[in-house]
């Protein structure tokens, strides 16, 4: 009973740890080392927001454990889970469609958020590094067909796209991967398009998901390689 209670206040301080990590931002404590300026208010309030959108994510679930390597694998399974879970709620959408939505863009959000935290946040932290390449790479490419998986259940739940000719709204889990994938790749055939406002706004915000997604982290990753180098130098 004692080591569970031990489990659960250390998860609870971890967690909290995200609220004094902005604390730590605004009095000028985090980045320990700064460059030749401080955070200006603009770094501060967005770092801020990362770390709040992310206090709320599940993958916290890693915080009631001690061990590195536990915490990192839980992580790793997080992932693939919620992948999964998407791949199943595309094919047998079992909830209503309103608590759908909120379910996939709820990971949608957390898995970038989560990218976007790494980017601009953890990333200043004195003991951060890259781990490994290939788990950095093949994490991203879960969190990318995440994007594909996820906007194809939000198509084709909110019915908002349909044949350009026929205006025949789309309603089989290949056509919501298809258009999902052409439209986060840009690539447009024009066979298929948004009829009403809601397909409009899911299309331009996909391709915004891509593109930070892939070259915001990557170019984290190329970073982490030349840090990998150096360590192997020394």
Not at 19 to 33: A, Q, S, V
Not at 124 to 134: G, I, K, L
């Amino acid at each position: 009973m004692n080591r569970i209670i031990v489990i659960i206040k250390r998860g609870i301080h971890n967690w909290f740890n995200e609220y004094r990590l902005i604390k730590k931002i605004w009095i000028n404590k985090y980045p320990e080392k700064t460059e030749r300026y401080p955070l200006s208010i603009l770094e501060k309030f967005f770092m801020s927001l990362f770390i709040f959108i992310r206090s709320f994510s599940l993958v916290h679930i890693k915080d009631f454990f001690k061990e590195y390597n536990i915490k990192s694998e839980i992580s790793e399974f997080y992932v693939v889970i919620w992948l999964l879970f998407l791949i199943y709620l595309l094919y047998n959408p079992i909830i209503c469609s309103s608590f759908l939505f909120i379910i996939v863009f709820y990971r949608l959000i957390d898995g970038l958020n989560y990218r976007l935290c790494i980017i601009f946040v953890d990333r200043y932290a004195e003991d951060w590094n890259v781990r490994s390449v290939n788990r950095s790479l093949i994490i991203l490419m879960l969190n990318y067909f995440e994007i594909v998986i996820g906007f194809a259940i939000l198509y084709l739940t909110t019915k908002s796209i349909g044949y350009s000719e026929t205006n025949t709204i789309i309603s089989t889990p290949l056509e919501g991967i298809y258009f999902s994938t052409i439209t986060l790749t840009t690539l447009g055939y024009g066979d298929l398009n948004p009829i009403n406002s809601t397909g409009q706004l899911l299309s331009v915000i996909e391709p915004i998901f891509g593109f930070v997604l892939i070259v915001l982290v990557v170019g984290v990753i190329i970073n982490g390689i030349q840090d990998i180098k150096e360590r192997k130098r020394t």
